[in-house]
């Protein structure tokens, strides 16, 4: 048995200085591997773990214990550290002043609403106070632009509004006279001052808007009602000289003393006309009166005198007959100072 165990011994040293002689004689430079290469490697050390294996069992079997070191110790590959890319997580930050819409936003008055012209009416909008502020008695309803509508263009708030509340805002406003579509825009403001409304930015208008249509009047039918046409009785031009006499109701010129229902006389530059027997006139003006305005029309007994020949003035009278009528001067000669009149008298 112990020689069994030297030979053994004998043998692996030769084996052992053989292999270092080969190394010696054969040794090249070292050279880069490519892929082909490793593999072969990678072949030949299995096979010769293989073979120290199958020696060491053999050996084992005869009862020799060998130890041998591993030729080939493959190298853990690393675990790569992976680090996930952070991702931006959404803010949760809301601005202080911010308005969004309510349920139902339009309360009263919804968009394109037929008005008549000139018709009142009350809007109102629901909103939420969407931001992180509190909304108090210092913020407002504002006009942003548009048509007012006849609308007051600011009104304070009536009481707190804590974020996510709603509150009902209303404006008291006035139909335009003349028919078409209406838009007035509305804002809130803070403060400050600052105006805010609806949208993502906050700067959006909130409105009304209405539709002003013509109102239909009923057609209705007039009640007739017979009036008599007055007739003329008499008319026409005379001439009167300084102190003639006119009977309105016959249109003849007289003597004073005559039943004349006016009496012409000059006073230069005086043109005088002096009611006579009860008659009466009143200077009625440039506009030329009908029956009824010289019938109703308080007639006096005053005498009426002009200055200067104005054709354009009308006298209304009542002759001592109880007829109406109407004269003005027609013309005046001032070299044989005659003056003509113009006359109508109706028939009563």
Wanted: net charge negative.
């Amino acid at each position: 048995m112990k020689l069994k165990r030297i030979s053994l011994i004998t043998l692996l040293l030769l084996v052992f200085i053989f292999g270092c002689q080969q190394n010696l004689e054969t040794e090249e430079p070292i050279s880069q591997l490519n892929t082909t290469d490793l593999y072969n490697t990678s072949v030949v050390e299995v096979t010769a773990a293989f073979g120290q294996t199958a020696t060491i069992m053999a050996y084992e079997a005869t009862g020799i214990s060998v130890a041998l070191t591993a030729a080939y110790t493959p190298s853990q590959i690393p675990t790569l550290a992976r680090t996930q890319i952070p991702q931006p997580s959404p803010t949760s930050e809301l601005p202080c002043n911010a308005a969004a819409p309510g349920v139902p936003m339009d309360v009263t008055i919804r968009d394109d609403t037929e008005m008549a012209p000139g018709e009142s009416f009350t809007k109102t909008w629901r909103l939420q106070n969407a931001g992180s502020c509190k909304w108090n008695r210092l913020y407002s309803l504002v006009f942003f632009s548009g048509n007012s509508m006849s609308a007051l263009q600011s009104a304070y708030l009536l009481g707190e509004v804590f974020p996510g509340q709603m509150v009902d805002l209303s404006v008291d406003m006035v139909a335009p006279l003349s028919p078409g579509i209406y838009q007035s825009n509305w804002m809130l403001a803070d403060a400050d001052g600052n105006l805010f409304g609806l949208g993502p930015n906050g700067d959006a208008p909130f409105w009304a808007r209405i539709q002003v249509i013509q109102a239909v009047t009923p057609t209705l039918i007039p009640t007739l009602t017979l009036t008599p046409t007055p007739i003329v009785y008499r008319d026409g031009i005379v001439s009167l000289a300084h102190n003639d006499g006119l009977d309105l109701d016959t249109g003849l010129t007289s003597q004073p003393e005559g039943l004349s229902d006016l009496i012409y006389q000059l006073n230069p530059p005086y043109h005088m006309f002096i009611p006579a027997n009860a008659a009466g006139m009143i200077m009625f003006g440039e506009q030329v009166p009908d029956y009824d305005d010289c019938k109703n029309t308080l007639v006096s007994s005053d005498p009426i005198s002009f200055d200067s020949i104005n054709t354009n003035i009308y006298v209304c009278y009542h002759t001592n007959m109880g007829k109406t009528g109407r004269f003005h001067i027609y013309d005046f000669d001032d070299l044989e100072d005659i003056i003509r009149i113009e006359f109508l008298t109706w028939s009563d």
